[in-house]
Nanobody
Framework: QVHVAESGGGLVQAGDSLKLSCTAS????????MGWFRQSPGKAREFVAT????????HYADSVKGRFIISRDSAKTTTYLQMNNLKPEDTALYYC???????????????????WGQGTQVTVSS
């Protein structure tokens, strides 16, 4: 199991930028992929972005492609989500998760991750 913790959420206006951070510990950082998901009240948790263990491969949900950038720093065992041109529909609780080495495939499903943080709230006002 990996311990993950998110930070960096807040209240911003539409068009603003925000950078989320996720620190991880418990397994060799480069041995597992990382992902970001988000969840709004009454909705299912949805995939946002994922990055491979080496950082060489990334994948984004269509709704954030071109606006969000996922990255990772092995020295700091931290994964980031740079969010640009934020929209009110981006408002959600954002979760960071560590990929399960046994089930991870493309990183778009909740079941592909075995360790989750508590979430950080992002609110975008219009």
């Amino acid at each position: 199991q990996v311990h993950v913790a998110e930070s960096g959420g807040g209240l911003v206006q539409a068009g603003d930028s925000l950078k989320l951070s996720c620190t991880a510990s418990g397994r060799t950082f480069t041995s597992y992929a990382m992902g970001w998901f988000r969840q709004s009240p009454g909705k299912a948790r949805e995939f946002v972005a994922t990055i491979s263990g080496s950082g060489a491969s990334t994948h984004y949900a269509d709704s954030v492609k071109g606006r969000f950038i996922i990255s990772r720093d092995s020295a700091k065992t931290t994964t980031y989500l740079q969010m640009n041109n934020l929209k009110p529909e981006d408002t959600a609780l954002y979760y960071c998760a560590a990929g399960d080495p046994h089930t991870y495939y493309d990183g778009t499903y909740v079941d592909e991750y075995d360790s989750w943080g508590q979430g950080t709230q992002v609110t975008v006002s219009s």
